[in-house]
């Protein structure tokens, strides 16, 4: 990607170092810069300050849940893409991620090439909707001249 504005940025946010170091050298391969944080409060903090493109986030962590992160997130950018990842299948915290509408949720150990395609999808997504920008940004800007 050639400039700041087209580059895609990840906030990954998983409590278990172990799976966040493992998955966060895959997924710098699908991005221009991945942010880690090791529960929601800090991945709260991390998205107010980095304005992320795409989020991935565990659910069960410390000091503050993935789906609290993630409505707390979605109160600022509602059209975020936000992907669960979770060893949690009961049907209440389905239902709770069902309710938030986000754009995946997965089960660890989670299938890399299931994540991978989401990352793709929302990457190219992204990058189209920031050239549009660009470039009407351009366009208007030869306007006044």
């Given at each position: 990607?050639?400039?700041?504005?087209?580059?895609?940025?990840?906030?990954?946010?998983?409590?278990?170092?172990?799976?966040?170091?493992?998955?966060?050298?895959?997924?710098?391969?699908?991005?221009?810069?991945?942010?880690?944080?090791?529960?929601?409060?800090?991945?709260?903090?991390?998205?107010?300050?980095?304005?992320?493109?795409?989020?991935?986030?565990?659910?069960?962590?410390?000091?503050?849940?993935?789906?609290?992160?993630?409505?707390?997130?979605?109160?600022?950018?509602?059209?975020?893409?936000?992907?669960?990842?979770t060893?949690?299948?009961?049907?209440?915290?389905?239902?709770?991620?069902?309710?938030?509408?986000?754009?995946?949720?997965l089960?660890?150990?989670?299938?890399?090439?299931?994540?991978?395609?989401?990352?793709?999808?929302?990457?190219?997504?992204?990058?189209?909707?920031?050239?549009?920008?660009?470039?009407?940004?351009?366009?208007?800007?030869?306007?006044?001249?």
């Amino acid at each position: 990607m050639d400039t700041q504005e087209e580059k895609i940025i990840i906030l990954y946010v998983e409590d278990e170092e172990g799976i966040r170091e493992g998955l966060s050298k895959t997924i710098r391969y699908f991005c221009d810069e991945l942010i880690g944080a090791c529960d929601g409060l800090e991945g709260l903090k991390l998205y107010k300050e980095h304005n992320p493109d795409i989020i991935v986030t565990d659910i069960k962590m410390p000091n503050m849940n993935g789906i609290d992160m993630a409505k707390e997130i979605l109160k600022i950018s509602p059209d975020i893409p936000i992907v669960f990842t979770t060893v949690h299948n009961e049907t209440s915290v389905r239902y709770e991620v069902l309710e938030l509408q986000v754009d995946g949720y997965l089960l660890q150990p989670v299938l890399i090439k299931s994540l991978i395609d989401k990352i793709n999808k929302f990457s190219k997504n992204i990058s189209m909707e920031k050239i549009n920008k660009m470039q009407y940004v351009k366009i208007q800007e030869q306007k006044d001249i």
